[in-house]
């Protein structure tokens, strides 16, 4: 079956304007998170969504960063006025349960939006 | 704040030699401890997952030891193949959604 996909794959934009990064996760898949990885870095967390709600967005560095997944499925991830230091990759990951379920560990990750501000 | 701390950064091993990738964590209430594995321009991709229960877990060249006392956890993949060459990071995870990652180790497996 189909993994989880993104959309763009690579986005360059120029210090200021707005970006929005899709994620499509695995059909069936309750949770959904974004990850940040900056160059030769691991990921960091960002949010997690249970089906369409928002549970923990503490990983967030600022308020330019909003993120929804309103019908429990495809989610959007958008920057506002974007600086430089939002250049990185960020990473979509599905998984199959929700917070009670075990398998909720297994994540399955996209293959990332490549973000370069300038 | 790094909770995950990984090392070595990168690592050059010989086509059939012991790759062995080192992970020490802080934070005690960590209850499910994988690893993955990243190729250039792809998501991690999950590659063995361990949990404190057991000392060591085994599927096929890859092996994850896992120590509690000493709150380590390595990662060890026998025979190695130039095509185990990429970024390989450690994760720990509690509860639901708290998964923190260590900086990762670049793999170079030479033929």
């Known amino acids: 079956g189909a993994g989880v996909s993104q959309s763009p794959r690579y986005k360059v934009a120029k210090r200021g304007q707005d970006v929005a990064l899709r994620c499509d996760p695995i059909?069936?898949?309750?949770?959904l998170f974004w990850y940040q990885q900056a160059l030769g870095q691991g990921p960091e967390f960002l949010t997690y969504?249970?089906?369409?709600?928002?549970?923990?967005k503490s990983g967030l560095p600022s308020d330019r960063f909003f993120a929804e997944r309103p019908e429990g499925s495809v989610s959007t991830l958008k920057i506002q006025r974007t600086q430089q230091e939002d250049s990185a990759v960020y990473l979509c990951?599905?998984?199959?349960?929700?917070?009670?379920?075990?398998?909720?560990?297994?994540?399955?990750f996209g293959p990332g939006t490549r973000l370069t501000v300038t | 704040q790094q909770q995950v701390k990984q090392s070595p950064q990168s690592l050059i091993v010989q086509k059939g030699g012991i790759s062995i990738i080192n992970c020490a964590y802080e934070?005690?209430?960590?209850?499910?401890f994988p690893w993955y594995q990243q190729f250039p321009g792809k998501g991690p991709a999950l590659l063995i997952a361990?949990?404190?229960?057991?000392s060591e877990k085994k599927e096929g060249r890859f092996t994850i030891s896992f120590n509690k006392s000493a709150k380590q956890f390595s990662l060890h993949i026998m025979d190695s193949q130039p095509g185990d060459s990429a970024t390989y990071f450690c994760?720990?995870?509690?509860?639901?959604?708290?998964?923190?990652f260590g900086a990762g180790t670049r793999l170079t497996v030479k033929p």
């Open positions: 361990i949990r404190p229960d057991v």
């Open positions: 059909s069936g898949h309750v949770s």
């Open positions: 934070n005690t209430a960590f209850d499910y």
């Open positions: 994760a720990a995870s509690m509860g639901n959604n708290d998964m923190r």
């Open positions: 969504f249970q089906n369409e709600a928002q549970l923990d």
């Open positions: 990951a599905s998984s199959p349960a929700g917070a009670s379920g075990r398998a909720l560990h297994e994540q399955y």
